[in-house]
C-alpha cells in the first residue's frame, strides 16, 4: 500500500456508464501532490482549449490530497476541478467536512468523470462498490433536503455531496454542498456537476490508510494539538468562527459595503460576531480530524417564513451578504445564508450578484418591471429571496445574472461594468481592497479570479504600510505558492494561518506521510509550477495576454472610498498598473504578464512554452533573466 495514498483512481464516463480502475499514480501525485496540483496537471493535458466548460469534452475531477484523511491538523479537505464555466480558465475549488477523508478509506483517490450522462446519476461509492445509480428522484430537490434524503434513503454513515437547483439549472456560479453547510462554492464546480446531469456523490468507506513513519508523525501531531490548544487565538476561533472578522474588518476599513460603495457598515453591531452566537447558535461544528470547530451550525428565525437551519454565515457570506446587501438583523443574514445553500448557489458569488443587482435596481438600469413586479431595495429580505428564485431557476432577467456579474454587465451595459465587482469573471471575496493595495493585487492576479484563498495580505498591508504598493509584490507571490499548498494537499489552511503552525512542521508531517524527504523550498517550486501551469492554460484558452484580465473593475481605481476611517482613500490606475509590473517581474513573467520559455522550463514545464508559442503568448526573454528566487517569504502577522 503506497504512503498516504488510497491506492486506486477511478475514472467514469457518464455518457457510457462504463467505470474503470486504474492504480494511483504515484509519480503523479510525487510531482504534483494531488489536490488543485493533479486537478491543474490533468485539466492542462486533457481538456481541449476550445471545449466548452459545460460541454462532454470538460472534464469534473474530485479528489483528495495526499494529506487528506491522514493524522495532521485537519486532513479534512476534498478538491474539486473542472475548467470554470464562470472564469473560462482551469477551475477549482475545495470543501471540508467529511468527503475527502472518507473517499480514501473507501480507497479511492481521485474520481475523473468524463462526458455528460443522458439522464441523472448519482455516484454510489459504498467501499469496492462503485455504480452510477437513478438520480431521477432526487433531480429537482434542493441541495440540504436532497443531502438529507439521500441519507435516509442510503444510511446516516454515506457523506454526501450534492448540487441543487442552480446547478441544474446552469447558473455558472452554483456550488457543491456537503455536510450540510460545508460547499466547493468558487468557480461554478456545481454548474459542471448539473451539466454532466450528476446530481450528487455519496461515499462510505472503512478502510486505513498506510504512512511512513506512524510513530513519528503521532508524536509530532501530538505536539501540535497540545500546543495549538493553548494558542490565544483558539478561544475566539472556537466561539466565533470566522465571524469574529466581521468587527475587525469593519473597524478596518476593508468591508464591501452596499457593493463595495463604501468599505465600512453603520449597522454592523447588529450582525456581527456576537450576534451570531447570541441569538443564532445552536451548536458548534468540525470537519475531520479538526480540533478548532469553526463551524458554526444555527438557525434562522424570521417571522412569517419557516424556522431553517444552516451552517454559518462565516465571514464570507456574511460580509458579501450582510453589508454589502444592507443587512441589519442576524436572522435575516442567516436566513440568505440558508436560501443560497438550499439552492446550490456560492453564497460569496451570490452575495456580489444581488449586491451588484441592487446597485443597477437603485440606479433604474433595472426596474420592477424586469424582477415580476419586485423590487430589489438595499436590505429588503423578501425582495432578495425573490430575486434568487429568478435566478436559480434562470426566470426571466434571472438568466443574466445566473451567468455572473461580468456578463450581466455586459447585458445590462449604461457605465454597470465599472460595478460588477469581479475579476476574470468570478466575484470579490469579503475585502475591498483599495485601502488594501496587496489585497487587490491578489485579486487582480489569482488564476481563478478574485478569490482570497489564494493570497490575503490585509494584515500585510496594515503592517507594511496601506497607501505604500512597493514591495507588496513579492508577498504576494510568496502568498500564491504557500497558500494553494493548503488545497494542493487537501488540509485545512486555518492551523497555520491562525494558530501558527509552520510551514517546516507541515512539511516535516508530510515527510512522516510520504517518506518523499523534501523541504519547503520544493513544495514552494511544485506549488509554482503548478501557479504557472495554471497561467499558461488560462492564457491558451483566452488566446490573448495575460495583463488583458488581470484588472479590476473601473470602481477600484475611479471611486475613492466615501465613508468611515478609510474615507478618501484610494488608488490610482497608475499605481495599479505599477503593482502589475512588478508583480510580473518578480514572477520572471514579460511585462504583458506572460510567462517566458526560461521560466517554464526552470520549473520543468517547457512543453507550456511550446504551447504558448505557438499561439504567440509566450513571454519575451527577460533583459538579465528570470529571478532566482520569485516571492519573497513572508510570515503574515497573527491577529
Ligand atoms: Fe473545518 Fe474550520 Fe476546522 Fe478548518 S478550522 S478544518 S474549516 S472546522
Redesign the pocket.
Known amino acids: 500500500m503506497s504512503n498516504g495514498l488510497a491506492g486506486t483512481t477511478l475514472r467514469i464516463n457518464l455518457a457510457t456508464g462504463e467505470i474503470r480502475r486504474f492504480p494511483t499514480d504515484e509519480d503523479l501525485y510525487r510531482d504534483w501532490h494531488g489536490g488543485r496540483g493533479i486537478t491543474a496537471k490533468i485539466l492542462y493535458d486533457e481538456v481541449p482549449r476550445d471545449a466548452d466548460p459545460l460541454g462532454p469534452k470538460n472534464l469534473f475531477l474530485l479528489n483528495a490530497g495526499i494529506m487528506s484523511g491522514c493524522f495532521v491538523p485537519?486532513g479534512?479537505k476534498v478538491e474539486f476541478g473542472a475548467v470554470s464555466p464562470l472564469t473560462n480558465g482551469p477551475g477549482d475549488s475545495n470543501m471540508?467536512g467529511h468527503l475527502g477523508p472518507t473517499l480514501k478509506f473507501a480507497g479511492y483517490d481521485m474520481i475523473i468523470f468524463e462526458d455528460i450522462s443522458p439522464r441523472p446519476v448519482y455516484l454510489f461509492v459504498d467501499n469496492e462498490t462503485v455504480e452510477l445509480r437513478d438520480a431521477s428522484p432526487y433531480w429537482g430537490m434542493k441541495s440540504l433536503d436532497c443531502e438529507k434524503r439521500l441519507k435516509e434513503d442510503l444510511g446516516e454513515d454515506f457523506e454526501i455531496a450534492t448540487i441543487g437547483p442552480a446547478g441544474e439549472n446552469g447558473v455558472l456560479f452554483a456550488c457543491i454542498t456537503h455536510d450540510f453547510g460545508r460547499q466547493a462554492g468558487r468557480t461554478g464546480q456545481g454548474a459542471v456537476m448539473g451539466s454532466k446531469k450528476l446530481k450528487a456523490i455519496a461515499v462510505r468507506g472503512n478502510k486505513s490508510l498506510h504512512v511512513k513513519d506512524l510513530d513519528s508523525l503521532r508524536k509530532q501531531v501530538t505536539e501540535i494539538i497540545f500546543r495549538t490548544q493553548k494558542h490565544p487565538n483558539m478561544e475566539p476561533w472556537q466561539k466565533y468562527?470566522t465571524a469574529f472578522f466581521m468587527q475587525w474588518s469593519n473597524m478596518n476599513a476593508v468591508m464591501p459595503t452596499f457593493n463595495f460603495q463604501t468599505t465600512y457598515y453603520e449597522d454592523i453591531d447588529k450582525i456581527d460576531g456576537d450576534q451570531l452566537v447570541e441569538k443564532c447558535l445552536i451548536t458548534h461544528?468540525?470537519?475531520f480530524g479538526?480540533w478548532?470547530?469553526?463551524?458554526k451550525f444555527t438557525k434562522a428565525v424570521v417571522p412569517g417564513k419557516p424556522e431553517v437551519h444552516l451552517e454559518g454565515p462565516e465571514y464570507e457570506t456574511g460580509s458579501l451578504c450582510g453589508p454589502n446587501l444592507g443587512i441589519k438583523d442576524i436572522h435575516h443574514l442567516a436566513y440568505i445564508n440558508w436560501l443560497l445553500d438550499n439552492l446550490g448557489l456560492d453564497s460569496m458569488s451570490g452575495g456580489g450578484v444581488i449586491a451588484f443587482a441592487m446597485e443597477c435596481f437603485e440606479r433604474g438600469l433595472i426596474t420592477e418591471k424586469d424582477l415580476e413586479g419586485h423590487s430589489l431595495k438595499w436590505g429588503s429580505l423578501d425582495d432578495i429571496e425573490h430575486f434568487l428564485d429568478l435566478v436559480a431557476y434562470r426566470r426571466g432577467i434571472g438568466a443574466w445574472f445566473a451567468e455572473g456579474t461580468k456578463r450581466a454587465a455586459a447585458r445590462i451595459g449604461r457605465g454597470s461594468e465599472k460595478f460588477a465587482m469581479q475579476v476574470k469573471g468570478q466575484e470579490m471575496s469579503g475585502y475591498d481592497g483599495r485601502w488594501a493595495p496587496g489585497m487587490l493585487l491578489s485579486y487582480m492576479t489569482a488564476d481563478i479570479g478574485a478569490h482570497h484563498n489564494r493570497s490575503w495580505t490585509i494584515t500585510v498591508d496594515m503592517a507594511e504600510g496601506r497607501e505604500n504598493i512597493e514591495g507588496r509584490a513579492k508577498i504576494v507571490v510568496y502568498l500564491q505558492h504557500i497558500r494553494p499548498l493548503f488545497d494542493t494537499w487537501c488540509i485545512?489552511r486555518?492551523f497555520w494561518g491562525e494558530l501558527d503552525v509552520t510551514p517546516e512542521e507541515l512539511v516535516e508531517s508530510l515527510n512522516h506521510i510520504t517518506g518523499w524527504g523534501v523541504g519547503v523550498e520544493d513544495v514552494l517550486r511544485t506549488s509554482e509550477k503548478i501557479w504557472n501551469l495554471n497561467r499558461c492554460h488560462y492564457l491558451e484558452r483566452q488566446r490573448n495576454h495575460g495583463r488583458t484580465y488581470d484588472y479590476p473593475p473601473a470602481r477600484a481605481w475611479e471611486d475613492k472610498i466615501p465613508s468611515g476611517p478609510g474615507k478618501g482613500k484610494g488608488l490610482s490606475l497608475a499605481q495599479i498598473d505599477r503593482m502589475l509590473d512588478e508583480y510580473y517581474a518578480a514572477r520572471g513573467w514579460d511585462k504583458n504578464g506572460n510567462p517566458t520559455r526560461e521560466l517554464l522550463r526552470d520549473l520543468g514545464i517547457e512543453y507550456a512554452a511550446d504551447n504558448l508559442e505557438k499561439l504567440g503568448l509566450l513571454g519575451e526573454p527577460i533583459p538579465g533573466g528570470i529571478p532566482k528566487v520569485r516571492g519573497e517569504k513572508y510570515k503574515p502577522k497573527a491577529f
Request: glycine share 22%.
Open positions: 485537519a479534512s471540508g468562527g461544528k468540525a470537519c479538526c478548532m470547530n469553526c463551524g485545512c486555518l
